[in-house]
């Protein structure tokens, strides 16, 4: 019984074979390639008013599987303008059923040199916008000729470009392989893309790869990703061998939009990396938000290494392409290159970046153990990155933090932070494009200590120039300008001090204060150098010095000729050491120098308005912190009392005098005889001023010509009383 059956299926079967296999040899035999080449045109042009080219007509084959081979072809944009995507071959899957009815089922795709151009315009509008809208229902004006159910997608050596003319940001796809399962409704599968991604500002030429898991929902459209990778690998953003990579657990898609519980991003660079971390990400109606932003950092910056985490809100508009980011706080610290403690950096902050006019503003407060400093910044390019600053700094010591975090105390001649084998390392300057200005209520640097100090910034090409630095320096006005450069670690520095406290600078530059009275400073030097040593042993330039109501410090000069007197009449070398409490009134000094190789000579030292008559010159060994300066020291007002007879025979006597020996430690030694260098005085250098903006005339009726602004004087170091 059963076997009777059992035959009635098998007959069954076999009769169903046959009636397809008899179809199919039907349809092989009267397949017309020509007219479903031609209805697939008609249909591009009726459904989207575009023109679908092929050369050639379709054809069929029966085995391996039942394809349909499309010949090279391509698809222009709407109304027939420009070319939307082309093809070198495409090879369709097809059923075998409703081909018998002239339709195209299409189950299986194969596509290889494909090339699409992408393109929105000014207003925002894709060019594929069409084709991505869900087909109107059925009119009753016939059967669709094309249905998509494929099992499976691959593209070979395909391309794509990008091209958005509301920003004016273009990029290309090349070399793209794409792979992927079952694309149809309610469908799962995993998909995978790479290729080579170009963009030419700001330069980058990476290799790529995007791969996930995928459910499509009832209509065929995405329902949800899982396990979204994207990595990136070669020049981005202009950063050679950098390494980006995207990483998101479960995206969403929903009517109102997008969900992800969490989200990361990684760039790596040299052994630098920057990581981002959103959770609770929302997208929809152009814009989203992340209820939390995490950005941790491992840096590498010319200070040291910088490493730690700052979080708060972002949020993202679509319509204004605005990147918001507020209440952002958390901790940095940053390790220096030499044996120094990690300092801990709390910092606060918020700003906007706007990407279609390629700027960003915001306010950022950083507090440190050792400062506070509290302002704004600015991009005002974001590709390449230019970054603007204007900040305020309530105090600084700089030269703590050059000592591991201690303060030191001055040596005999030397300044703390003085180390002739620390390296000097400006390289940490190229890349960098800087422009703002930093200002200090007090700053500690190499032992001097300026108060209401200005900085302006401009750092471009590996270069930091700083031009209009004002400052309070020991009672006096500080005006200067710096220069550095990493290429050949090259700094050029140049510096006026007017009627600044002369003891006082002492005390804190050398440790011992060698003179009291009133300054004046000018110095213009240049130096290179890997190291502070090397730096003072390269220095050159000019230095101009001028002492009012001058008083030398450690040595008594009434007492070493009275100590001298015999030498003096025997004309017989002496010499004396500097006494600690010892004084000598100089009235007003004055000297120039010229700096060549770390040593600075003069031949026009002068003293005069005192008892002394003082003329003579010599050098100062800056590298070797060592001085030997030989004068003619006459004196012309003998003291009263007792010593007034002991030193009246003296007067108007010209007594050769050197002063030779490191810094504080010089020996003051009596040399009959000595002669004094004959070349004559360097030549007086001018002070290049910073240009000042002119004063706005007053209004005046028309007619009556505008007063020309006077020019601002030369600062001079002979200058200002």
Not at 110 to 132: I, P
Not at 409 to 433: F, H, I, M, T, Y
Not at 546 to 557: A, H, I, Y
Not at 564 to 586: M, V
């Amino acid at each position: 019984m059963y076997f009777k059956y059992l035959r009635y299926l098998a007959f069954a079967l076999g009769g169903l074979c046959t009636v397809v296999a008899a179809g199919a040899l039907f349809l092989y035999a009267t397949f017309d390639g020509a007219r479903l080449a031609a209805e697939l045109s008609h249909f591009a042009k009726q459904r989207h008013q575009r023109s679908l080219r092929l050369e050639g007509p379709l054809e069929l084959s029966m085995f391996p599987r039942l394809m349909l081979h499309v010949p090279r072809g391509s698809l222009s944009g709407r109304a027939g303008e420009g070319e939307l995507l082309a093809f070198e071959r495409a090879a369709l899957g097809v059923r075998l059923m409703p081909l018998l009815t002239h339709r195209v089922v299409v189950d299986r795709v194969e596509l290889d040199g494909l090339r699409v151009a992408l393109l929105r315009d000014r207003d925002g509008k894709l060019n594929v916008a069409d084709l991505l809208d869900p087909p109107a229902a059925d009119n009753g004006k016939g059967v669709e000729p094309l249905a998509f159910a494929a099992a499976s997608l691959a593209v070979r050596n395909g391309a794509l470009t990008w091209n958005d003319e509301a920003t004016g940001r273009a990029l290309a796809l090349s070399e793209f392989e794409l792979t992927s399962g079952r694309l149809a409704a309610l469908a799962e599968g995993y998909a995978e893309l790479s290729g080579r991604l170009t963009q030419a500002s700001p330069g980058t030429d990476a290799r790529f790869t995007l791969e996930a898991s995928y459910r499509l929902g009832p209509e065929g459209k995405p329902a949800q990703l899982d396990g979204v990778r994207v990595a990136l690998r070669g020049q981005l953003a202009g950063q050679p061998d950098a390494e980006l990579g995207t990483s998101i657990p479960r995206l969403t898609f929903t009517a109102e939009g997008l969900l992800a519980d969490s989200a990361e991003a990684t760039f790596k660079q040299a052994g630098q990396q920057l990581r981002a971390r959103l959770a609770g990400l929302k997208a929809g109606a152009g814009v989203w938000a992340a209820q939390r932003l995490s950005t941790e950092l491992d840096w590498r910056t010319p200070f040291g290494r910088l490493a730690g985490s700052v979080a708060g809100g972002a949020s993202w508009r679509e319509e204004g392409r605005q990147l918001d980011l507020s209440g952002h706080s958390g901790e940095l610290a940053l390790t220096p290159e030499a044996a120094s403690p990690v300092r801990k950096i709390a910092v606060r902050g918020d700003g906007r970046i706007d990407f279609a006019r390629g700027s960003g503003v915001g306010k950022i407060e950083l507090t440190h153990e050792l400062g506070h400093l509290q302002g704004s910044w600015s991009l005002p390019r974001l590709a390449p990155l230019a970054l603007g600053v204007d900040v305020d700094v309530e105090s600084f010591d700089l030269d703590r933090q050059m000592a591991n975090g201690k303060a030191q105390k001055n040596r005999k001649g030397e300044a703390a932070a003085a180390d002739d084998a620390a390296p000097v390392d400006l390289s940490g300057l190229r890349g960098l494009d800087i422009d703002g200005v930093i200002r200090f209520g007090s700053l500690k640097a190499g032992g001097l200590k300026l108060d209401k100090l200005r900085v302006p910034l401009a750092v471009h090409d590996g270069r930091l120039v700083s031009t209009g630095q004002t400052a309070t320096l020991y009672g006096g006005a500080f005006e200067g300008s710096l220069s550095l450069a990493a290429d050949g670690n090259k700094v050029v520095w140049r510096a006026y001090l007017q009627n600044a406290d002369a003891a006082a600078l002492g005390r804190d530059l050398f440790g011992t204060a060698p003179f009291a009275g009133t300054t004046n400073i000018f110095v213009d030097l240049s130096s290179a150098g890997a190291t502070r040593g090397q730096l003072r042993a390269d220095m050159a330039g000019l230095a101009r010095v001028r002492l009012r109501g001058g008083t030398l410090q450690g040595f008594d000069l009434l007492a070493a000729l009275k100590e001298w007197r015999p030498a003096i009449q025997a004309r017989q070398a002496a010499a004396r050491r500097p006494g600690g409490g010892e004084t000598s009134a100089l009235g007003e000094l004055t000297a120039s120098f010229t700096i060549e190789r770390g040593v600075a000579r003069s031949t026009d030292l002068k003293a005069q308005g005192g008892p002394f008559a003082i003329a003579g010159g010599g050098s100062v060994d800056l590298a070797g912190r060592r001085l030997d300066l030989l004068s003619r020291v006459s004196l012309l007002v003998p003291p009263a009392g007792t010593d007034a007879a002991l030193l009246a025979g003296l007067r108007g006597v010209a007594l050769p005098v050197r002063v030779r020996g490191p810094f504080g430690q010089a020996e003051w030694r009596l040399e009959p005889g000595a002669q004094l260098a004959t070349s004559p005085a360097p030549a007086r250098p001018v002070l290049p001023v910073p240009p000042r903006p002119a004063p706005k005339p007053a209004a005046k009726p028309v007619g009556e010509p505008a007063t020309k602004p006077a020019a601002a004087p030369e600062p001079s170091a002979e200058g200002g009383e």
